[in-house]
């Protein structure tokens, strides 16, 4: 297994758009996360998955943000109506998530998706 | 509310002298802290570990140090190399939660 991927690497979208990114993430890890980064800033908690299920939200996930992840395995990420604020680096992650190890905290990220709103 | 917080934006050090990173944080539930580093245009890469049970952990040139006393948490890197230099995130976790990461520490190692 390479690690967590994630496509598009870059995306550049006119406001008013809908985007949507995927991920895919180490194969044998059950949890799925998303975080958003901006200049400056460490990455922010988005969402995340335990299988199919998603688990939490965080209130920076507008109703203009949804996310799934319909069979456990990749997730998408989609953004309606972007604004310019949405403009970010959004980073995905994956773990096993079962509690008992000290590895099972590790998340793993993928390189991200640019999303550039003009 | 800043729960994880990382004091100082950058760092400069000499090839092969010690980098030390601090952190801070808040919510005594976190119970597992980690370090990551991040290059430009990368995601961020699992560094090192930590359980709130313990007071150190080693791998290699890396070294974390937790005390929970003081809510504080420090990364040594020993001895730097150039290609350390890169931000480094410090990040808690309680229950295999979500991560909450502090704002980065930007290393630069110069020869």
């Known amino acids: 297994d390479t690690g967590v991927s994630q496509n598009p690497r870059h995306k550049i979208t006119k406001r008013g758009q809908n985007v949507t990114f995927r991920c895919d993430p180490i194969s044998e890890h059950n949890r799925l996360y998303w975080y958003r980064q901006t200049l400056g800033q460490g990455p922010e908690f988005l969402t995340y998955?335990?299988?199919?299920?998603?688990?939490?939200k965080s209130r920076l996930l507008s109703d203009r943000f949804s996310a799934e992840r319909p069979k456990g395995s990749f997730s998408t990420l989609e953004i309606q109506r972007t604004e310019q604020g949405d403009s970010a680096m959004y980073l995905c992650?994956?773990?096993?998530?079962?509690?008992?190890?000290?590895?099972?905290?590790?998340?793993?990220f993928g390189p991200g998706t640019r999303l550039t709103v003009t | 509310d800043q729960q994880v917080k990382q004091n100082s934006p950058s760092l400069s050090v000499q090839e092969g002298r010690i980098s030390i990173l601090n952190c801070d944080y808040t919510?005594?539930?976190?119970?597992?802290f980690l370090w990551y580093k991040k290059y430009p245009a990368e995601g961020p890469t699992f560094l090192i570990s930590?359980?709130?049970?313990?007071d150190k952990n080693e791998d290699g040139r890396f070294t974390v140090f937790l005390n929970k006393s003081a809510k504080h948490l420090s990364l040594h890197i020993v001895p730097s190399q150039p290609g350390d230099s890169a931000v480094y995130f410090c990040a808690a976790s309680k229950d295999t939660d979500k991560l909450i990461f502090g704002t980065g520490t930007r290393l630069q190692v110069f020869p």
């Open positions: 998955f335990q299988n199919e299920a998603q688990l939490e």
């Open positions: 992650a994956s773990s096993s998530g079962t509690s008992g190890a000290s590895s099972l905290y590790e998340q793993y």
């Open positions: 919510n005594s539930m976190f119970d597992y």
């Open positions: 930590i359980s709130s049970i313990k």
